[in-house]
């Protein structure tokens, strides 16, 4: 009996270190001025217990549905996804187009700067959020285009790169449904981060170590 509770509580112990208790996954979201342009994004997701997020740390961040809202400053619950879910829990979902993903990879990764998005803040970059956003709701088909192809846009350069990125799948992009007791309030765009093979391995090493002092008798 002894030496089964020491085993337990080491491997418990190894279990805590890797993935600490914590509520469900959870962001707030909010919006800097500067940084947004009319109902779209830029947003500010503040993540918390998020699989591929780093807790705290600000994403920037833009919806996919035109016709759903949600509060600034609110925190909401969190499925993370590579649907969006038009119309609320039950949807089978919309998967994500890998145009997209193509973007708002490039937008994270500052490569949309060579197309003219402005990241700095102030009146250009709010300039350059709304025509990203524009895009991004048209290849979801949720809004029309509100440019001419060819007429050297913001939204055009951008819709332009999309179109020739040559993405067949969504890479490291993912979309977090927003719930409110339940029911669905907004989708937005992450870009995950994969965890360091240490914290994922951490559990299976205790439980190793266990296995090797019970063959050496340590206990």
Known sequence: MYREAKS????????????????????????QSGYYSGVGGEFTAIPSGVPGLIDGA????????????????????VVINNKAINGGVGSSGDPLDPKTAFL????????????GYNYTP??????????????????????GKNWVDGDNSLQDK???????????????????????????CQDQLVQIVVPAPGAVLMVGIGAALV?????????
Not at 16 to 27: E, K, Q, R, S
Not at 104 to 115: M, N, S, T
Not at 125 to 140: D, K, P, T
């Open 104 to 115: 708002y990879d490039a937008f994270i990764d500052g490569g949309l700067a060579a197309l």
């Open 122 to 143: 102030g009146a250009g970059r709010s300039a350059s959020a709304g025509a990203l956003q524009n895009v991004i709701w048209f290849i979801e088909g949720e809004r």
């Open 58 to 77: 600000t994403v920037q961040t833009f919806c996919l549905e035109y016709n759903e809202y949600i509060y600034l400053n609110h925190t909401y619950d």
């Open 158 to 184: 951008f819709y332009q790169a999309a179109l020739g990125c040559g993405w067949t799948d969504i890479g490291s992009v993912r979309i977090i449904n927003l719930y409110q007791n339940g029911r669905l």
């Open 211 to 219: 296995g090797w002092m019970r063959r050496k008798q340590m206990f």
């Open 8 to 31: 337990f509580i080491i491997i418990i112990s190894f279990g805590i270190i890797a993935c600490p208790l914590m509520a469900g996954p959870t962001v707030t979201m909010t919006r």
